[in-house]
């Protein structure tokens, strides 16, 4: 039998030599748009994991495939053991699977997940996304409340869908949003596309303008997108063309600053909700998955999604803390 005293030395070298190891793991987090409030969160819970394990958090910015590319050899130079990507472009897949083993840097992606040369997802690269559909859903349902609350009539009412095909978390997005609306009623023919070149603000108001351009007789909108910055910049472009707040209803997905901001705004606009997820999911507990990975040895899950709740004007605050972002 050991004695206690053993056991206690032998717990207090473990304890050192863990602390030890924790201070050498390096974790990349590589995100596709780093100025978007969504990753700059994702961001810091990922750092509040990093001070609590003690590893090392690297963020990089990547908004193309060469800066990917460059970014993960330079994890792999600096001596990191993994990383988590939000990637720029999901077909960017197999290479990055490539770069990272060359690297020998475990992986895992947030948000957008990889896909191979045949478009289906790479499965054996853990992921954490939102639960696309579902969330849309939500959307597509908030938005038809809202409709019926202001006692529109269903022929009056054109919607912008803000699109971004090539990414299939934002196909689901709008295709659950579409889903609901329809179930309420709305008018398939009256659903206008608007394909944004960028997942930003600036190019979903450059969409949504040529949608509002051509059919200036539409007396009422709603708008839809990938998050957002996508409904975002349809209700600055419904402002841009002089519609007024009650004759556009917006959800977004995100709940981030740019949507909070618009909440505080001392009136009312266009932009009448968001679907809150969670960015300390995608930041903290990827974060932690990877330096258990690292650590531990343990592998994370294959595929985690996340849900997500409604928030307007005068419940965010409730939602917020509620979810535990505040
Ligand atoms: C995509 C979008 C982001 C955010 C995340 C959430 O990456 O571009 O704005 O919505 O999904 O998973």
Known sequence: MRSLKAIVMASAIALTASAAFAADVKIGFVVKQAEE??????????????KEKGFTLVKIGAED?????????????QGAQGFIICVPDVKLGPGIVAKATANDLKLMTVDDRLVGADGKPLEDVPHMGISALKIGETVGQSIAAEIKKR????????????????????????????????????????????PQAKTDTEAALNAATTVLN?????????????????????????????ISADNMIGVGIGG???AINEFKKP?????????????????????????????????????????????VRGDYEKVRAGLGIE
């Open 267 to 311: 009136s009312a606009t266009g932009f009448y909700g968001t679907v809150i997820i969670s960015p300390k999911r995608h930041g903290y507990e990827t974060a932690l998955n990877m330096y258990e990975w690292i650590a531990n040895n343990k592998e994370p899950e294959k595929l985690i999604l996340t849900s997500g709740s409604l928030a």
């Open 37 to 50: 409030p969504w990753f700059q969160d994702e961001w810091k819970f990922a750092e509040q994991a990093a």
């Open 214 to 242: 051509k059919h200036s007789n539409v007396k009422h909108w709603i708008a839809f997108g990938l998050n957002d910055e996508a409904v975002l910049g349809a209700v600055r472009a419904s402002e841009s063309v002089g």
């Open 256 to 258: 981030a600053e740019s």
């Open 151 to 194: 006692g529109w009539d269903m022929k009056d009412v054109g919607a912008i869908r803000v699109s971004y095909d090539q990414l299939p978390t934002a196909v689901d997005r709008v295709e659950g949003a579409i889903t609901a609306l329809k179930a309420a009623g709305f008018l398939a023919e009256n659903i206008y596309d608007a």
């Open 65 to 77: 495939g060469e800066k990917v590319q460059s970014a993960i050899d330079n994890l792999g130079a």
